[in-house]
């Protein structure tokens, strides 16, 4: 894996937004799931990173991670209740599979293989 280097996310626009590497994550599978052999119930979302992180900006898109629904906000109509949702907890969810920003790397070298 690359070593992370924080202007490497900002190659799009002076906001870190960058549309097709969004599009590129959403065919990923949860990297949950995934790691821990789960089986994924629900579809996949982009979540920015929280981890370590202070304030309310919101950081690159080239930061982001694919959890499915469950993993990501476990909304109240998620099928799988017995996944934990980053943002109904973070610290437990931490605890439980580690920090979201250890994903990024793995996340990024799926997305350039797939170009």
């Known amino acids: ?3 992370l280097r ?3 996310f900002l190659e799009s ?8 590497y969004l599009s590129d994550l959403h065919s990923l599978p ?5 790691a821990f052999g789960l089986t994924q119930t629900s579809i996949t979302e ?9 304030g309310n900006e919101r950081t690159p898109d080239r930061m982001a991670i ?6 990501h906000q476990g909304l109240r109509f998620d099928r799988d209740k017995s996944k934990l949702a980053i943002h109904q ?6 605890a439980e599979y580690g920090p979201d920003y250890e994903y990024i790397s793995a996340t990024q070298d799926k997305i350039e293989r797939m170009a």
């Open 30 to 34: 949860c990297c949950i799931c995934e």
């Open 1 to 3: 894996m690359s070593e």
């Open 66 to 71: 694919p959890l499915c629904q469950c993993h």
């Open 6 to 8: 924080y202007s490497d």
């Open 46 to 54: 982009a979540h920015h990173v929280i981890c370590g992180r202070y």
């Open 89 to 94: 907890g973070k610290e437990t969810w931490a």
């Open 13 to 20: 626009d002076e906001l870190g937004r960058d549309t097709q």
